[in-house]
């Protein structure tokens, strides 16, 4: 097939600096003790606290929803929206529980850098028709880029099988992240713009739920309502618009590209760090700085080629 017979997408700004302001939000999060050492800290532990945005954003969608008299999901896309929900947040939760023992959280951020392989591999099964459309050399940066993050991020091999098990529960945990961002997608792809808010409430309220139940099943938390309002006001203002942005991307850009954030967020907190401390910078961590980006950035901006008998009007609205 000649290129005269091929229609060439290239990515839109405006996805791409949503995605850019979703992982400078993350990024932020990840570095609030040093960025507002002045915050009181909170008393909740990690689950319960995780479900407070997600709290919120379910009262919010499911007010939107029933103020606009939005039609809900039939049992298929309902069944599919909880799979999100759990699968999108639930499941990180469940790994970091279990792995935290033996596996430190900067590692577990290195091994989330695998996510967008998995979801170029399970795209074309998962994910919608409107967006299944390869990268050229999409894989090898994805690989790329989890090279690059393994450079700042020494992982380390593991020492024993608790360790090997505490890896390996974290890596199928990326995958059941990609998994799940594939089916977002495919969800939202398939919804119309009225039936969207309900299917984002389901899923919300599912990852709540989920993270609630976790939690008082397996942490106490010390409910102070001096120690929770600061909590609940970092979450209104830092991952709640996070998580706005996050759903918005699902009906706008591929799992594939959605999943890049889980590069992008490590590299914009280690050059933020970089910019406040100014540390000596080593060959290797440098080496690894420009792979995360060059690999992120492929995956994020390379266009893509659509063959002319599978173009669409859909197709072209969404990814040109």
């Not at 017979?5 to 302001?21: N, T, Y």
């Not at 969608?61 to 298929?76: H, K, Q, T, Y």
């Not at 695998?114 to 074309?124: D, H, K, L, M, R």
Request: aromatic share 8%; net charge positive; glycine share 6%.
């Amino acid at each position: 097939m000649t290129a005269k017979q091929r229609e060439r997408v290239r990515f839109r700004a405006a996805p791409a600096a949503g995605l850019l302001l979703l992982c400078f939000f993350w990024s932020v999060g990840s570095l609030r003790s040093d960025l507002f050492p002045d915050l009181v800290p909170s008393s909740l532990p990690p689950m319960e606290r995780q479900a407070a945005p997600f709290a919120m954003l379910a009262v919010a969608a499911a007010l939107f929803s029933v103020l606009r008299r939005a039609e809900w999901p039939d049992r298929p896309q309902l069944l599919a929206s909880v799979l999100v929900g759990l699968g999108l947040f639930v499941a990180p939760a469940v790994s970091f529980s279990i792995a935290r023992e033996w596996v430190g959280n900067l590692t577990q951020v290195a091994l989330f850098s695998i996510t967008p392989v998995f979801a170029i591999v399970f795209e074309p099964y998962i994910g919608s028709r409107d967006f299944v459309l390869p990268i050229r050399g999409g894989l090898l940066a994805a690989l790329a880029a989890v090279a690059g993050t393994l450079c700042v991020i020494p992982a380390g091999a593991p020492t024993s099988i608790r360790t090997g098990s505490a890896f390996l529960a974290v890596i199928l945990a990326a995958a059941c992240v990609a998994a799940a961002n594939c089916l977002a997608v495919k969800v939202a792809a398939e919804s119309t713009r009225e039936s969207f808010a309900p299917l984002v409430t389901i899923a919300v309220t599912a990852a709540a739920t989920g993270l609630a139940v976790l939690g008082a099943l397996t942490e106490r938390a010390i409910w102070h309502w001096h120690t929770i309002a600061p909590e609940l006001a970092w979450s209104a203002a830092a991952e709640l618009p996070g998580l706005l942005l996050l759903f918005w991307l699902m009906r706008r850009m591929s799992a594939v590209r959605m999943t890049t954030r889980f590069v992008l967020t490590p590299l914009m907190a280690s050059l933020i760090g970089l910019a406040l401390l100014r540390p000596t910078v080593e060959l290797r961590a440098g080496a690894g700085l420009l792979l995360m980006a060059a690999g992120a950035g492929w995956v994020l901006f390379a266009p893509q080629d659509i063959p002319e008998s599978e173009t669409s009007p859909l197709q072209l609205n969404r990814l040109s």
